[in-house]
């Protein structure tokens, strides 16, 4: 069946390194949404990308939707403490309504 | 808050048991998913309902069925419980039948002794 992977599964970071995780659909996707998680909370919607190759920024947090549709990135510059949690990738397959949510990376900013 | 509610919190229960979670979505939502996270795991799709039907169908138990009634809210129940039950259940709602932001609830914890 279909798989969505991210890499890494976990990374530790000191405030103030960028991050950035990475998230491979072995199908293509028909968009893509970024969710995070904190720890104990439940998932939050970040951002959707639908383009091909598309790009979208939020303050420090950079979005990239790959060319061929299969692939994504999240790129954090200058993490802070607040960005701590597990990030999620997800999105539907293409002629789908079903939803496959990424393994996530989990972040971990030392201050 | 994301105006998903779901009850209760935390269940406690024993291995051939049967349990019923509830969610309501947001107003004006009318797809509902449900959403497995067992310890430190992603998120296992299970099922969706849109407006009163189900739409699409995830790595779901057959022990394990839900409906979502014509208040739009959902129950998801979880029966002949076993321990690898255990986990976080989220209810996630949506405006449309797809493509949409997903808003989560606080999720229902269920512990299986």
């Known amino acids: 069946g279909q798989q969505v992977m991210q890499i890494p599964q976990y990374q530790h970071v000191q405030e103030g390194e960028d991050f950035t995780t990475y998230c491979n659909s072995s199908?293509?996707?028909?968009?893509i949404q970024w969710y995070k998680q904190r720890p104990g909370g439940h998932p939050v919607f970040l951002i959707q990308?639908?383009?091909?190759?598309e790009v979208k920024k939020q303050k420090r947090l950079t979005f990239q939707f790959g060319e061929a549709k299969k692939n994504s990135s999240l790129h954090i510059t200058a993490t802070q403490t607040t960005d701590v949690g597990t990030y999620f990738c997800?999105?539907?397959?293409?002629?789908?309504?079903?939803?496959?949510f990424g393994t996530g990376t989990r972040l971990k900013v030392l201050a | 808050d994301s105006g998903v509610t779901q009850t209760p919190k935390h269940l406690i229960t024993a291995t051939g048991q049967r349990v019923t979670l509830r969610c309501s979505p947001r107003?004006?939502?009318?797809?509902v998913y449900w959403y497995q996270q067992s310890l430190d795991q992603g998120l296992q799709f299970l099922i969706q309902?849109?407006?009163?039907?189900?739409?699409a169908k995830g790595n779901i138990l057959e022990r394990f069925s839900a409906q979502q009634f014509p208040d739009l809210h959902s129950e998801l129940n979880l029966s002949s419980l076993e321990l690898g039950d255990s986990a976080l259940y989220f209810c996630?709602?949506?405006?449309?039948?797809?493509?949409?932001?997903?808003?989560f609830g606080p999720g229902t914890r269920l512990l299986v002794l």
């Open positions: 107003s004006g939502d009318l797809s």
């Open positions: 309902y849109y407006n009163g039907e189900e739409r």
């Open positions: 996630a709602s949506s405006v449309g039948l797809t493509q949409e932001t997903q808003y």
């Open positions: 990308l639908v383009k091909s190759g």
């Open positions: 997800a999105g539907p397959a293409s002629g789908t309504y079903k939803y496959i």
């Open positions: 199908t293509t996707l028909s968009n």
